[in-house]
């Protein structure tokens, strides 16, 4: 059974207003349990206002969401319940920070859900220990970190609810190269210990192609593909009409191809790349 | 939602009224509303009233976001106009113990009503169809004289324009840390008033954080790009009366014309 499952979602921002517009229309997938999505979409194509409807942020104006199996507004009251399990890290999370220490600003969310004092602290230790934060900074204020840590900090704060679905909204923006690495091996990490779901939205088809398993393509509030990442990212052209495109190491592979190489066109990281284009380079050294 | 007020909101648009000089709009409304609050008898009332509606449709902004932005003041058009029925002198209609209501308070309640309705009608006509940055130029433009006596004119304009600038900038930034506290779990829709206060601390925090944050980052903006306050500054649009602004001006002394004839030919409706 899927874990998330959509059925004609549909959200319209002001109903009855010379503003009217529809943010998302019809859209209905279904999220395996345990799987790594990404989802991809230009700017403005409806990717924020869905995921804020699946933790159940925003009440959709059509069609359902279900989690595993039950509609979540079945029962608006307990809505809370809903975003525990589905967890949200939003984008630049860091500007939630308010508590006087780390420590305190992660064990918000696990409070929140009435789980004690020490639970919550062995909860944030966790969290804490996920997305390396050194423990000595867990007793500083928030707002004397640096922002990598920041970042950090605030998503151990969605992560120590140790919620069933994690989404993270653009993570890694406005990082340093290494701090997205970094940063993208403990998400991967994380993904795998626990098991759970997790739902990347990126604007970087590189760390895309690096992660996720299936990839989710949002085009004017439609969901235009949901499939292996490596099938939608055989498909350059369609995504370059959609003001998308596939990694760059995916590109040359393809052009390689082309050209007639025999390497694997949907090649998605560097590393693979360089396994399959090391044997030619040995090959020309041996004809020599 | 808080982004739902349209009280003070700008409407862009291509009406005559658009395209009216701002400080001439100001000045107008300005003597608009000393003329609603003295039309003394039904005759100056009325024409007050169509004059009032005359400017809305001209404004070419739907009727429906007129009566939208009443919604938050009608509580007080309702309690002023209950205050007048009951406080009016002479003969009592009915009476019950020291209450009464005379012809007198029903005829002030009415009166009052309407002057409210028609004062946020009137603003909403200037705020509705004069942008935030047009109105405040022409707020400078029209207190300049007053720079004489050292008041820093420039600077109140500049803040002014600064804090109109800001408003939706932080509205849209309260929303955002709203969700993100509410997807940790925060309850703000629920408990006692002590409890809803306690909520608000995770969003109030953040929020201050970054008003800080944007202020520094704009000063340092505006410096970098070499501000220095309103010596010598030249603007980029300047202010000119053009041919709409004479019309409109004619317009208007016609209706003062025809105000002073009824409110002062004709006997008042109301004490004063």
Redesign the interface.
Request: glycine share 10%.
């Given at each position: 059974m899927p874990v998330l499952e959509t059925k004609d979602l549909t959200y319209q921002y002001g109903i009855g207003t010379?503003f009217q517009k529809t943010a998302v229309e019809k859209v209905s997938i279904s999220i395996r349990k345990g799987e790594f999505l990404g989802v991809i979409g230009h700017t403005g194509s409806g990717k924020s206002t869905l995921i804020?409807m699946l933790?159940g942020?925003i009440r959709p104006t059509g069609g359902q969401v279900l989690l595993d199996g039950k509609d979540i507004w079945a029962e608006p009251k307990k809505i809370?319940d809903v975003?525990?399990r589905v967890?949200?890290v939003?984008q630049y999370?860091e500007?939630?920070?308010?508590e006087e220490t780390v420590w305190k600003d992660i064990m918000?969310?696990p409070k929140?859900?009435g789980l004690s004092e020490n639970e919550a602290k062995e909860r944030a230790m966790e969290a804490a220990h996920f997305t390396g934060l050194k423990e000595e900074l867990l007793e500083k204020s928030p707002?004397e970190l640096s922002g990598g840590e920041k970042r950090r900090a605030a998503i151990a704060?969605?992560i120590a609810?140790d919620p069933d679905v994690l989404i993270l909204d653009e993570p890694t923006a406005g990082l340093d190269p290494r701090g997205r690495d970094v940063l993208l091996a403990q998400i991967t990490q994380y993904h795998k210990a626990r098991g759970n779901t997790v739902l990347l939205v990126s604007h970087s088809m590189e760390d895309i192609g690096r992660t996720a398993d299936r990839l989710l393509v949002m085009s004017g509030g439609h969901a235009v593909m949901l499939e292996e990442t490596k099938a939608v990212f055989s498909k350059g052209e369609e995504l370059e009409k959609l003001g998308l495109r596939v990694p760059q190491i995916t590109k040359i592979m393809q052009e390689l191809y082309k050209m007639g190489c025999p390497v694997d066109p949907a090649t998605l990281t560097v590393d693979d790349a360089f396994g399959q284009l090391l044997p030619f380079f040995k090959r020309k050294e041996e004809l020599r | 939602m808080i982004a739902d007020i349209t009280l003070g909101q700008f409407f862009p648009g291509h009406s005559m009224l658009h395209k009216t000089d701002p400080r001439v709009k100001i000045c107008l409304i300005i003597f608009h509303i000393v003329l609603i609050f003295t039309a003394g008898n039904f005759f100056s009332l009325g024409l007050v009233v169509l004059f009032t509606f005359l400017g809305m449709c001209v404004s070419k902004v739907?009727l429906k976001l007129y009566v939208k932005g009443l919604k938050p003041i009608l509580f007080i058009v309702v309690f002023t106009a209950v205050l007048n029925i009951f406080y009016g002198t002479g003969e009592p209609l009915v009476q019950w113990g020291w209450l009464k209501i005379t012809g007198n308070g029903i005829l002030n309640a009415l009166f009052v009503s309407v002057r409210i309705v028609l004062l946020i009608f009137t603003s909403s006509v200037l705020t509705f169809t004069t942008s935030p940055n047009q109105l405040t130029d022409a707020i400078e433009r029209l207190l300049k004289p007053l720079s004489k006596l050292h008041v820093p004119v420039h600077e109140f304009a500049m803040m002014m324009t600064i804090a109109l600038r800001f408003v939706p900038l932080l509205l849209e930034e309260t929303d955002?840390?709203m969700?993100?506290?509410?997807?940790?779990?925060?309850?703000m829709e629920s408990g006692g008033i002590l409890q809803r206060i306690k909520a608000l601390?995770?969003v109030l925090?953040?929020l201050f954080?970054?008003a800080f944050r944007r202020a520094y980052d704009l000063a340092t903006a505006m410096e970098s790009r070499c501000y220095h306050g309103g010596e010598g500054r030249t603007k980029m649009r300047v202010l000119k009366l053009g041919k709409q602004d004479v019309f409109i001006l004619g317009a208007v002394a016609l209706f003062l014309g025809a105000f002073l004839l009824l409110n002062l030919w004709l006997p008042p409706a109301i004490l004063r």
């Open positions: 010379p804020q933790n942020l809370r975003r525990f967890g949200m939003f999370p500007y939630q920070l308010f918000f969310g929140n859900m707002f704060g969605v609810m | 739907p955002k840390i969700s993100a506290q509410k997807a940790r779990g925060a309850d601390i995770p925090i953040p954080v970054s």
